[in-house]
């Protein structure tokens, strides 16, 4: 607070007037006062608090939470603030890079209002009649009375038939004695019962480092503990340790805000006296906390000095995680001008926490190291990866004693959900598949099996602070337990198990399955070896089947499946972007005369083009490739020596008895197969439509193989001559233009003579302004 601001407080409290009215308000000079800018001063009644409101009549500050920093206004009192900063706190932000909070502040960061007396309860015996207490007196017997009174200024009051009794400096515990013998100085015979009605106010002064120093109009229950919240506590350069209250220039209370905060003693709280004054002296040595404690902050000690261990409690003590071995103290020397900030370690455990502490100490605290001494890691393809104790000659034997350690939990999540009934979800004809559940009936591989070739040791070489990997045999460690292969482990060793699915093994080690279904004698899922072919396959699947339809035999491969649906898809963008482009072009290209029609047609045209698009994206590849076989393939050795690989899927059909077409075709259905028959005749049979591209119609063969128009020859007569198989497609496509030859030539010779006609008029008019 600024010396004017200060002065004009003053006289404000100076004012004249009584020092408040029976009901607990402050009147007269107490009750208003000018202020620098027009600002009025208002101090509350009984337990209030006083507030400062500016010249226009609203509090200041309340828009800037930095006011609060910088000394502005509370928000919630509109009194003025002092700065909560001080000078050690900047001190130790520039050290330490953290802005610690002076401990205790947090306390008084609400308002005063918290913290003023509770109304509406007894009266201690301990309190003195003043004046502006009310007394109230009720009398019966030989006198009949039943009045209030207040006691005036000359500390006495007037009762009725009895005169002029003096009640000042008289306790709450005697009041009752004391007027019973005033009144039976002149009545016999009566009873008479006293009570306390509205006490006074009083006027008591808060100065020294406070946040809003100043007069204040409090109730005569309010203790010394009231006014310091009420006040909102010391400033930054305020002490928490040596809060003084003088009466008449003497000391009669002292207070230690640590022992109330902490410890809720209020042994040492005095109760106050109109024109008391509440002291916050200049705060005394100062240490800061930082580091691994709950309560890092910046602590005030005692005139006589405290110890580390004394600070700490003050904070709630150490964590957990703190390191006790060591702490890092810095300390300001004054004995080397030129370099005054040393820098020391110490324990905090032991007799070093008895040190005492010097004022601008800085105190680091350490968490403890995350390294274990005395454990290994074990991770990877195993049931349990966890920290393991170590001990001393440990191998890897000893860390996996047997197989089941290496099986992870996934098997048996995997494995029991294979069972696992899904209620509300209906089965298909009886049968055990349920579609939506979608249960796992494939024999798949369930089991994350481990590397039995290859496993690895991670240690830290603490010489060369470098990482070293040791890898080992895992079969010859758990199984053989042969040493060479079995390391001994160190403390702090990670021991990582690799799965097969981490690590592409070499084929001989792979494990593969392949589903062979259809007209074979034992359809089924193998288990296939290195180099394994089609054929060899078949006939450990037992052979086929007299049924079985050799020719149309459908092999598909997950791979082929990806790479096909990702070269589907960029066939459909293409595709896109090519149709996109022409509509452009076509469009570009309109003349005026026709545009209303060829625009009609354009945009029946692009409707059908999006359809075959949509219909084109829906597609999904099944990864089948076509094993180019002949026509008269019939047993196992026609197939080719196709190596297999793992997630093969071979189906045989027996032979069907339909060739199918589909397309721009009358009957777009199953013909009856006939042998020797051509592609023309069931043509003729299913009807060609009248909007068929007869000259891109294709052939989809039972192996899966395409016969196209264009590779028989110029003509589309080449194609018509090959003699279809059982369970081939006929596909016929609609044109995808549908504008003819003589419809093009006529509209391109409209837009000639459109060009002619209007280069002739032009011609003339060139021709009429030469003459």
Do not use: C
């Not at 109304?119 to 003195?128: E, L, S």
């Not at 979800?425 to 559940?437: F, I, N």
């Not at 059908?608 to 076509?626: D, E, M, P, V």
């Not at 193989?705 to 264009?710: K, Q, Y």
Request: glycine share 12%; no cysteine.
């Amino acid at each position: 607070m600024d010396a004017q601001s200060l002065q004009a407080l003053q006289a404000a409290l100076t004012g004249g007037g009584t020092s408040g009215n029976a009901d607990g308000s402050a009147s007269g000079g107490l009750g208003g006062g000018n202020l620098p800018g027009g600002g009025i001063l208002n101090l509350p009644g009984t337990g209030g608090v006083p507030t400062i409101r500016g010249a226009e009549g609203l509090p200041n500050g309340t828009g800037n939470p930095q006011d609060l920093q910088r000394g502005g206004f509370d928000p919630s009192s509109g009194l003025p603030l002092e700065p909560l900063s001080n000078e050690f706190q900047r001190f130790v932000e520039q050290t330490t890079g953290q802005k610690l909070p002076i401990f205790g502040e947090r306390y008084f960061q609400v308002g005063g209002h918290s913290y003023a007396p509770v109304a509406g309860v007894p009266v201690p015996a301990d309190y003195v009649i003043g004046p502006g207490d009310e007394l109230q007196l009720r009398g019966w017997g030989s006198i009949d009375i039943d009045f209030r009174a207040v006691v005036d200024r000359n500390g006495q009051i007037n009762i009725p038939r009895v005169g002029t009794v003096s009640v000042a400096g008289v306790k709450a515990a005697d009041i009752d004695a004391h007027l019973r013998g005033q009144v039976g100085r002149v009545f016999r015979n009566f009873s008479l019962n006293v009570t306390l009605g509205q006490l006074r106010s009083i006027q008591v002064f808060v100065v020294g480092q406070a946040r809003r120093p100043g007069g204040y109009t409090v109730s005569s229950l309010s203790t010394l503990i009231n006014v310091v919240f009420a006040s909102g506590g010391p400033n930054g350069n305020g002490s928490m340790r040596n809060v003084q209250l003088k009466r008449a220039g003497k000391v009669v209370g002292e207070i230690d805000l640590y022992d109330f905060i902490l410890n809720g003693n209020s042994g040492t709280d005095v109760r106050l006296l109109p024109g008391d004054v509440v002291v916050f002296n200049t705060a005394g040595p100062r240490v800061a906390v930082a580091g691994a404690l709950d309560s890092p902050a910046i602590y005030e000690l005692k005139a006589t000095g405290e110890t580390i261990a004394a600070l700490l409690a003050y904070g709630g003590g150490t964590s957990a995680s703190t390191d006790l071995s060591t702490a890092q103290l810095e300390r300001l020397d004054r004995s080397t001008p030129r370099a005054p900030r040393v820098v020391n370690k110490v324990e905090l455990a032991g007799a070093v926490s008895n040190m005492p502490l010097r004022d601008g100490d800085i105190l680091t605290l350490f968490k403890v190291q995350p390294k274990f001494a005395n454990a290994v890691t074990l991770r990877g393809n195993v049931a349990n990866p966890l920290r393991y104790p170590f001990t001393p000659g440990m191998r890897v034997s000893d860390l996996i004693p047997d197989r089941e350690a290496l099986i992870t939990p996934d098997y048996y999540q995997r494995k029991n959900k294979l069972v696992q009934f899904i209620e509300g979800k209906t089965l298909q004809g009886g049968s055990a598949d349920v579609t939506e559940a979608k249960l796992e009936r494939d024999v798949r591989n369930l089991l994350d099996e481990p590397n039995w070739e290859y496993a690895a040791i991670e240690r830290l070489n603490s010489d060369r602070v470098a990482m070293e990997l040791i890898p080992f045999n895992l079969a010859k460690a758990v199984i053989d337990k042969d040493p060479a292969h079995n390391p001994v482990l160190q403390p702090g060793d990670v021991v990582t198990i690799f799965g097969r699915a981490d690590i592409k093994n070499p084929v001989a080690k792979q494990n593969r399955l392949v589903r062979v279904q259809g007209e074979v004698r034992a359809p089924g899922i193998y288990q296939i070896g290195p180099g394994e072919t089609l054929p060899d396959l078949i006939s450990r699947a037992g052979g086929l089947t007299p049924e079985a339809y050799v020719f149309g035999t459908e092999f598909a491969r997950e791979e082929t499946r990806r790479q096909q649906q990702l070269a589907l898809d960029d066939a459909v963008k293409r595709l896109e972007s090519q149709l996109a482009s022409a509509a452009a072009t076509a469009t570009a290209n309109l003349s005026a005369t026709d545009a209303q029609a060829a625009t009609a047609l354009r945009a029946a045209q692009a409707e059908s083009q999006r359809a075959q698009l949509q219909r084109l994206k829906s597609l999904k590849s099944n990864g089948r490739i076509a094993l180019e076989l002949p026509t008269s393939a019939a047993g196992t050795r026609d197939l080719p020596d196709l190596s297999l690989e793992d997630g093969d899927r071979v189906s045989i059909p027996s032979k069907p008895a339909f060739i199918f077409a589909v397309g721009a075709v009358a009957n777009n259905n199953a013909l009856l197969w006939r042998p020797g028959r051509k592609m023309k005749e069931y043509l003729d049979a299913a009807g060609v439509d009248v909007e068929a591209d007869l000259e891109n119609s294709f052939i989809v063969r039972a192996d899966g193989t395409v016969m196209h128009a264009s590779r028989r020859g110029w003509w589309f007569d080449g194609l018509e001559r090959v003699e279809l198989m059982p369970g081939d497609t006929l596909v016929v496509p609609e044109k995808g233009n549908r504008e003819t030859f003589w419809t093009a030539f006529t509209r391109g010779l409209k837009d000639w003579s459109q060009i002619l006609y209007q280069f002739g008029l032009s011609a003339a008019a060139i021709k009429t302004l030469n003459n």
